[in-house]
């Protein structure tokens, strides 16, 4: 098999703040092959888009990284600037958060879309607009012609991540981070925008890494899951395998965690008490000891490294894996 | 876009009758009787009474503001009872000396101030930022007159290269003309660059934390495509609206620099009319650039619908 399309090796992401460094990312390594899909999850707060953030080198500032990040064939830590430019946009790209602050307000969509195509493809003006309609036609949006004119404020916000979506396909990219794509949308529109996702890339055969605090958006379309606490990947498997049995504590916390539709009504959900460590003042210990209720003396003394399960792919950090009779649905 | 002209103009109305209300306030209620000022001190009570019946000034106030207004919007303004010139011919006489004067000044201001906020801004808390956010800071705080004398010292007295003081008309000598006004300019211009620098810069600086240019940056876009075109225009509202005052507050000429540089502008007629008393130009001159001052704010309020499409489509 070929090198993967991007490794992730030994990256760390620390942060300097007034009460000491913040280490947002705490060696991670993580690597995806071309065309598959990788969901990365965990709370706020773990580092998850931190971690995003340093694959696609939009750091603050002051930011520290160090490790690599080696996306086809060169690290994008140590690549000059004029490189990563024209990488990014054309190979790499990104869909926000939140599609409400994610457009420029005071540029037309029409620009948006094009700027980016004339950027790195060599297409004239009238080539890249036919281009971007065509674009928006593929994420779902009527009278693609007549947007291209329309400021961002006259779409909805699912109409915006569409564009936003748009924009990220428009260079035919081989990864693309999609960074809770769908967290600030309605509910309703939340499925829509995933299952565009998806499909566009199977259709395009890019790489993708999904971005999400909710277990249930990667049940059924990502290739690999990465559970995230801080800073750090505690768990870490296919997504069948991982569904099947998890191993950590908190994998198993983030799933019990989605509401049910087909609980009682006035069930109370069982939310993660507490709340993560404060990320200046590293533990000891498991970062997840204080909140776990499986927690042993060992877990406050010794941090578990990540190791292999019986089945293969599947990395756990825990000393103390939840032992599961059957597996449970996604 | 049309409605929001229409609309921005309705509400430009009230603002436009408070101003002259004002205006005649400030003149009518100023202590001193006109008809006095005007014979001087050897007037008899019969004289003064006569002239006050003659200029409407024995009618209540109320009464002589509608009697103004009337002639005001039927474009008569008065005139000057020491010159015999109507304010509109005076304004007229000055006003091109005060437009020349304001824009030259106003130009040089962001010729300095919009590059430096920019530069600013791509490296905030550099040492360029820090030395030039310094400079501003001293700059702000000099006054006009000592500007004025140092760079007079700088360019005329020691290098002999611009004229101290005095002007000549553009249509007579324009290169000439240029010379004379080079000094007042720069002088009034190195008061508003700082002003405009700091508000550009720290909005630039708010600019860029945003989402869009994190996603600019990410689309692999060149770094000037990313500063000028996705972070200048959405920080300029403010810097439109300080331009926008200086230049409303530059209209109405500049007491200090004119008289310094010896320019026959708005200023030193306002400096004329109030040294001796004259009122009506005062009243009529102090109105015309009050409105002025309202014109371009609703200019500047049609900008922020060009700048900003919400504002445009009523979305704010």
Redesign the interface.
Known sequence: MSAPLLTIADVAVELPTPRGNLRAVDHVDLSLDAGRTLGIVGESGCGKTMLSRAV?Q?LPKKAKLTGRVMFDGVDLVRLDKERL??????D???V?Q?PM???????TIGTQLM??IQ??LELDAPAAKARSIELLAAVGIPAPEQRLAQ?P??CSGGMRQRI?IA?ALSCEPKLLIADEPTTALDVTIQAQILDLLAREQRRRHMAMIIITHDLGVVAGRADEVAVMYAGRVVERAPTQALFKRMHMPYTEALLAAIPKLDAAPHTPLPAISGRPPDPTRPLKGCSFAPRCRYAADRCHEAKPELKSAETSGHLYACFHPIQMAEGIGA | MLNFVVRRLLAILPVLLAVSLLTFLIASLLPGDLAYVILGDQATPENVAALRRDMGLDQPLWWRYLSWLGHVLQGDLGRSFRTGQTVLQAVAERIPVSLELMLMAEFIGLLIGVPVAIACAARAGGAFDRFMTGSAFAMLSMPSFLMAILLIYLFAVELHWLPATGYVPFTEAPLNNLRFFVLPALTLALAEWPGIMRVLRSDMIATLQEDYIALAKAKGLKPSRILFVHALKPSSLTLVTVTGINIGRLLGGTLIVETIFALPGIGRLLVGAIYTRDLVILQGVVLLVACGFVIVNFIVDLLYAVLDPRIRHGHT
Do not use: K
Request: charged share 25%.
């Open positions: 696609l939009l430019r024209r990488l990014r946009g054309r790499l790209a990104v926000f939140d602050t994610s457009l420029n307000p005071v540029l700027e980016t950027e790195h400021y404020h006259q936003a924009i």
